[in-house]
């Protein structure tokens, strides 16, 4: 019995159960179970007991249970082996690659790293990646039509291979199998596959793309070699050399005859086209052209503001140099850009960049193309006579004093009496970003 000297509690708190845990792990409970007065004082009788643990079910469904991945399938074969015996098989290599491959995975679940697994079979931790997703690649096939004989191509050498098609759908999978077997392509080559069907979609505004299909990974290939070859003048040999791997990786009609047709142009033809469709190309860079493109060219970089002086005396040439290709200006300079060896670049003399701030110093229509944004100018210095009128060329900008620069029509500065400029338009660069958009055309320009 316990006696409170304190006023009668409210009925509400009749029958309450009460929970002190004091110093024991299972919680205490006092329940209220009477009320008895005598003379002043009010005696309250409590009853305490111990309420059981809930079931182990209730319990586990309380906690929170992290997610844990099945156990790993090893082949039949291996089922029975120890843990000494699967080492010893990776040691040696025994078998072919995609069966003891699978012997990996199963390796991490049970506390090896790659490091200890490296320690114990020799096997690097680049070549176990290699090795687990080839193997997934090639079980894939089992879901396909790919016939089983061709399978035996990648037997010997084919992790190599079939890891570099790894994030190809399940169709583009099995078209480049099938081209990989046909031309006997090693892992380099098949890299260069499996870049250029990635890179295929991506290359809607290039001159000649809809020429080739995407759904035959020959054309994907035959378009990278073609676009490689655009970057190199006419005649050359690395142009001719790149139109020929394009034609013997065609695998549609239509993509051998545009290749062909670009075989047959002659020198005069294509400068021809060049000089009458297009007067000054105007080209947004994409994303990651510069790491694809097998040719680059160096030039010096002034700001616009800094006026004619750092144009004048800028680097005139910057030639690359023995086996590694190091570059070599005649003299230092500051600032300098790396841009894909097009073919406006290919043929510039004395080049320099002019870097401007907002676009609209160029004579292009402001309704429509107008353009807060940085643009790189390319100029060529030996051309510095104003004679064409549908030329652009780099001149000071009077309104700016002795410092900026503006980009003007031939024909306007001949009206103006202009003869001589600081160098040609050769090329209008624009900043990379996530959206192509449309290029200039000719009635753009004011």
């Not at 003379?39 to 992290?66: E, F, G, H």
């Not at 991490?108 to 080839?134: C, H, M």
């Not at 870049?195 to 035959?222: H, M, T, V």
Request: aromatic share 8%; charged share 30%; glycine share 6%.
């Amino acid at each position: 019995m316990l006696s409170l000297n304190q006023p009668k509690p409210p009925p509400q708190l009749l029958h309450q159960t009460l929970t002190s845990s004091f110093l024991t792990p299972q919680p205490l409970h006092l329940s209220i179970f009477g009320i008895q007065k005598h003379r002043s004082k009010s005696i309250i009788t409590v009853r305490a007991s111990r309420r059981p643990p809930p079931p182990p079910s209730q319990q586990n469904q309380s906690l929170y249970q992290p997610f844990r991945p099945p156990p790993a399938q090893v082949p039949a074969q291996y089922r029975d082996l120890d843990l000494e015996a699967r080492l010893a098989i990776l040691r040696d290599r025994l078998g072919v690659w995609y069966e003891y491959a699978t012997l990996i995975p199963p390796l991490f679940q049970q506390g090896f790293t790659p490091s200890s697994i490296e320690e114990a079979t020799g096997i690097t931790g680049v070549e176990q990646n290699r090795l687990v997703v080839a193997a997934k690649v090639r079980d894939s096939f089992s879901q396909t039509e790919l016939e089983p004989q061709a399978l035996a191509f990648f037997d010997n050498g084919g992790a190599e291979i079939l890891y570099e098609i790894r994030l190809l759908s399940a169709a583009q999978r099995v078209a480049s199998a099938r081209y990989i077997i046909e031309k006997r392509f090693d892992a380099r080559k098949t890299q260069e596959l499996a870049k250029a069907i990635k890179d295929f979609p991506r290359r809607q505004s290039d001159k000649g793309w809809e020429n080739f299909n995407y759904l035959y990974p020959g054309d994907c290939l035959a378009f990278y070699f073609y676009r490689q070859s655009r970057e190199h003048k006419n005649p050359s040999d690395q142009r001719t050399i790149n139109l020929e791997k394009a034609l013997e990786m065609a695998e549609t009609d239509k993509a051998k005859k545009r290749i062909l047709d670009e075989l047959n142009i002659k020198s005069g033809d294509e400068m021809e086209e060049i000089e009458i469709k297009i007067k000054v190309p105007v080209v947004r860079m994409k994303m990651g052209e510069l790491s694809e493109s097998s040719k680059v060219v160096m030039l010096p970089v002034c700001k616009a503001e800094d006026g004619e002086i750092p144009v004048m005396e800028a680097p005139e040439e910057c030639k690359s140099e023995g086996e590694f290709g190091v570059l070599n200006a005649e003299k230092g300079w500051k600032r300098w850009v790396v841009l894909p060896g097009w073919d406006p670049m290919v043929k510039l003399g004395k080049g320099v960049v002019v870097e401007f701030l907002d676009a609209r110093v160029l004579p292009w229509k402001v309704n429509r193309w107008y353009k807060e944004e940085p643009i790189l100018v390319v100029v060529d210095r030996n051309r510095k006579e104003v004679v064409a009128e549908d030329g652009f060329f780099l001149i000071s900008n009077s309104k700016q004093g002795d410092n900026g620069f503006k980009v003007e029509r031939g024909s306007t500065l001949i009206d103006l009496g202009v003869k001589e400029c600081l160098g040609s338009v050769v090329l209008v660069v624009r900043p990379p970003k996530e959206e192509n958009e449309d290029q200039l055309a000719d009635e753009d320009w004011e």
